[in-house]
C-alpha cells in the first residue's frame, strides 16, 4: 500500500524544479509510505512520477518505485494490492512470455511483466485487488490512470492553470495536489450542494474546480494531442459493478439453499486467505457485527494461530458494541485487543480531520473509524475490514424501509402526504424513541427511532420511488437553496441514474449504494483513516468474484421472510452462535447531537458565527442559524445537517 503523485508538464520547466515539484508532492502524502521514496522524471516529455512506499509485499529494495518495465517501455506507480499476483507469475512463465528474470517478488513487478505482454486494459482485466495506478508509455507518449473495480484506492486529477500555464496533475490524496505551484485551489460550489446532500462529495467530483476522482473501475489515458490542446479524454470503464449485477440476477445461481451456502462459504475462506498473504504483521477490526465477525471467523479457520483483532469502546449507550466484539472474539479464539474511550479522547480526533480527508468529509463515523486503526497500528500493519456486506447482501434497513414506505404512501395523496409529514416533525425525534420502548418490534429492529421517524417524513412527498430514496439518503434535500450560486450537479442517484429495468426495487437501492455511498464514503473514510497513520486495510467482500457470485444469488435468499443478509449468517452460523450475533443493527457512531449541545458547543457556534458565514461567502445563514437554535433547545435533532455545515467549516479554515 502505497502514495502515488505526479504531473505533466511539457512548457519547458527546468529539470531541477520539476524533480522538486515532484518531491514536494510525494512528500506531502508520506503517510501513506513512509518506508521509502522514489521519483522518476523524463525531462524530454515533462513527466514526473512519484512514490511513496508502505511495504508490504517483498520488503527488499527489488520492490522500490517508480519501477520501469524489462523493456524500458512503462514506468510506473502503483499504489495497492494484487492479491493474485503469484496466479498471474505462473500464466506468465507457463505462456513463456517472459521478458528477462525476475528481480524481486513484488506485485508490481508481476504487474508490469503482465503489461508489456497482455496490454495494460487486459492485464487489469485479469487481476484481483485494490488499486489506483500511473503507467508512463515511453513509446507511445500516453500517461495511463486506472482505479480498481470498488474505487478502494482513490484517485485525483486534472488541470491546473497558473499565470498562463497548464499542468496536468494526479494523486492519490487532494493534499499532493496542492503541493504543486500551478495548483488554483478554487471551491467548486456546485460540488458543496453535493457535499450538502450526501455529507461526501461523489465522483467524479471534487471539492475543487478542474480536479476530477477517477471513477471507480475505469481506467483515462492522456495522450500526447490531448495535453497541446488541455482538453481531458473521457474515462472509459473496464469493469462495471452495474453490468455485472443485471448479468447476475437474469442468470440467477440454481441449486438448493444448503449448497449455496456451502459455495459462498468456500469462496469467502479463498478471497480471505488470498488476503492474508503479507510480510508484515496482519490483523483485523472486529465489531461483532455479521460482516465484520464473518471475516474474522473465516480468518482464524485460515490460521493456525489467534489472529489479532481490535474494537472500539463507548461508555455512552447506543453506541457501544464493544461487549458484542469481545464476546465473538472469545468464541472464536482470537487474540483481541479492545479500548474504551472518553468522549474528551474522541473528540480530540476532530481538529485532525479535516487534513487527514481533504476535502469536507462528514460521516461522523470517521472518528472512531480513526480510533480503532490507531488501535490497530500498534501492533499489525495490514488489517482487513467487513466492509461491503450490507450493500453486498442487503444489510440496510433503510432498503425495506423505503420499499416498505412507498407501498403505504403511493395511493395518499401528496397534499395529504405534506400534512402527515407536518405532524410528525412537529414531535421531538426524543419522544418517538422514547414512545417505540412501547412497541417491541420496533424497538428491537431500529436504533435511533425518532431520527428515523423525522427522516421518513421528510420522504412522504416523494412523487416516485427513485425520489423516495434519493431522499432518505439525502441529509438536505435542497441543498442549492443554501450554498450562494451552487446548482446540484448531476449524479448517479439524478440525472445520471444508470439503467436499472430488470432489477427490482430494493435492489436498485443496492447497486445504487454500491456505485455511490459504498466508494465516495464508505471506502473514503476507511481509506483516509488508515492511512493516514500508515495502516493499509483490506476488504474482502469487494473482491469482484465475490461480488459476481453474490450477484447471482437469489435476493430472496439476501432478504427471506424480512430478515437481512440471510445467506452470509447462515454462513457465519457455521463459525459462530446465533445467539452471539442477533440484534439490533447499531452502526458505528458518536453521539455527535450530545456534544454539538454539550462540550463542542462553543466549537460550533464559531464555525457559524452569523457574521462569518456572511463574510466567508458560501452559505446563506440564516436555515443554518434556525436549524442551530432549534438543535442546541433539544427542539428538533439536527446534527446530520449541522455536521456537515461544521466539517465544511472547519475544513475551509484549515486551508485558508
Not at 511513496?52 to 512503462?74: E, H, N, T, W
Not at 495494460?120 to 485487488?129: A, F, M, P, S
Not at 489515458?221 to 437474469?250: C, H, I, N
Amino acid at each position: 500500500m502505497c502514495g502515488i503523485a505526479g504531473f505533466w508538464d511539457a512548457s519547458g520547466v527546468n529539470p531541477e524544479s520539476a524533480c522538486q515539484f515532484g518531491k514536494m508532492m510525494a512528500n506531502a502524502i508520506a503517510h501513506r509510505g513512509p518506508d521509502d521514496d522514489g521519483i522518476w522524471h523524463s525531462e524530454q516529455d515533462g513527466i514526473i512520477l512519484t512514490h511513496r512506499r508502505l511495504s508490504i509485499i517483498d520488503l527488499s529494495p527489488a520492490g522500490k518505485q517508480p519501477m520501469v518495465s524489462p523493456s524500458d517501455r512503462y514506468i510506473v506507480v502503483f499504489n495497492g494490492e494484487i492479491y493474485n499476483h503469484l496466479i498471474l507469475k505462473k500464466e506468465l512463465e507457463d505462456s513463456n512470455s517472459m521478458i528477462g528474470p525476475w528481480q524481486g517478488h513484488s506485485d508490481t513487478e508481476i504487474l508490469l511483466v503482465a503489461m508489456e505482454c497482455w496490454g495494460i486494459e487486459e492485464t487489469l482485466k485479469r487481476t484481483v485487488g485494490m488499486f489506483s495506478i500511473a503507467i508512463w508509455d515511453r513509446r507511445d507518449r500516453v500517461l495511463t490512470l486506472a482505479r480498481d473495480r470498488m474505487g478502494e484506492k482513490p484517485l485525483y486529477y486534472g488541470w491546473q492553470k497558473r499565470n498562463g500555464k497548464s499542468v496536468f496533475l494526479f494523486g492519490s490524496e487532494l493534499k499532493a495536489l496542492k503541493m504543486h505551484p500551478c495548483f488554483e485551489g478554487k471551491v467548486d460550489r456546485d460540488s458543496l450542494t453535493l457535499f450538502l446532500r450526501h455529507s461526501y462529495v461523489p465522483a467524479p467530483y471534487s471539492i475543487y474546480e478542474g480536479i476530477v476522482k477517477l471513477l471507480p473501475g475505469h481506467l483515462l489515458q492522456l495522450r500526447s494531442d490531448d495535453f497541446r490542446l488541455k482538453r481531458l479524454p473521457k474515462s472509459t470503464s473496464y469493469w462495471s459493478l452495474t453490468e455485472m449485477a443485471l448479468s447476475g440476477v437474469s442468470s440467477p445461481l440454481k441449486g438448493n439453499q444448503s449448497d449455496l451456502v456451502d459455495q459462498l462459504d468456500a469462496l469467502l475462506l479463498d478471497v480471505v486467505g488470498q488476503q492474508m498473504v503479507a510480510d508484515v504483521p496482519l490483523g483485523a477490526f472486529l465489531s461483532g457485527g455479521i460482516d465484520s465477525s464473518t471475516i474474522v471467523a473465516l480468518m482464524q479457520a485460515r490460521s493456525s494461530r489467534p489472529v489479532k483483532t481490535f474494537s472500539i469502546g463507548f461508555h455512552e449507550e447506543g453506541y457501544n458494541e464493544a461487549v458484542h466484539a469481545k464476546a465473538v472474539a472469545k468464541y472464536i479464539g482470537t487474540d483481541h485487543t479492545e479500548l474504551y474511550v472518553s468522549p474528551e479522547e474522541s473528540m480530540e480526533v476532530i481538529p485532525k480531520l479535516p487534513k487527514l480527508y481533504d476535502e469536507p468529509f462528514a460521516d461522523s463515523s470517521q472518528i472512531p473509524t480513526f480510533l480503532v486503526s490507531q488501535l490497530a497500528k500498534r501492533e499489525v500493519t495490514v488489517s482487513l475490514s467487513g466492509d461491503g456486506g450490507d450493500e453486498l447482501f442487503c444489510g440496510y434497513n433503510r432498503y425495506t424501509l423505503t420499499d416498505k414506505l412507498w407501498n403505504m404512501i403511493q395511493p395518499i395523496p401528496v397534499p395529504l402526504r405534506k400534512i402527515l409529514a407536518s405532524l410528525i416533525t412537529s414531535v421531538p425525534t426524543r419522544y418517538w424513541t422514547s414512545l417505540s420502548k412501547f412497541l417491541p418490534s420496533v424497538s428491537s429492529n431500529y436504533a435511533n427511532f425518532g431520527d428515523k421517524m423525522h427522516k421518513g417524513a421528510g420522504a412522504l412527498t416523494s412523487r416516485t420511488v427513485e425520489d423516495l430514496y434519493l431522499t432518505c439518503i439525502s441529509q438536505t434535500c435542497k441543498p442549492d437553496k443554501l450554498v450562494i450560486n451552487g446548482s446540484d450537479p448531476q449524479t448517479h442517484l439524478t440525472r445520471a441514474k444508470p439503467d436499472l429495468n430488470g432489477l427490482g426495487r430494493i435492489e436498485r437501492m443496492m447497486v445504487l449504494d454500491s456505485i455511490s455511498y459504498l466508494p465516495d464514503d464508505i471506502l473514503v473514510k476507511v481509506d483516509r483513516a488508515a492511512m493516514g497513520l500508515s495502516l493499509e486495510t483490506r476488504i474482502p467482500f469487494l473482491d469482484h468474484r465475490v461480488l459476481e457470485f453474490a450477484w447471482k444469488i437469489p435476493h430472496k435468499l439476501k432478504l427471506n421472510h424480512g430478515e437481512s443478509k440471510w445467506i452470509l449468517r447462515q454462513v457465519l452460523y457455521k463459525y459462530v452462535p446465533k445467539e452471539l450475533i442477533e440484534r439490533p443493527k447499531m452502526g458505528f457512531g458518536v453521539p455527535i447531537d450530545a456534544w454539538l449541545r454539550g462540550p463542542l458547543r462553543e466549537w460550533a457556534e464559531n464555525l457559524l458565527d452569523e457574521s462569518r458565514l456572511l463574510q466567508e461567502g458560501f452559505f446563506h445563514p440564516d436555515d443554518i442559524r434556525l436549524k442551530w437554535a432549534e438543535h442546541l433547545s433539544g427542539q428538533k435533532n439536527w446534527h446530520y445537517f449541522l455536521w456537515n455545515i461544521l466539517m465544511f467549516q472547519a475544513w475551509l479554515s484549515d486551508v485558508s
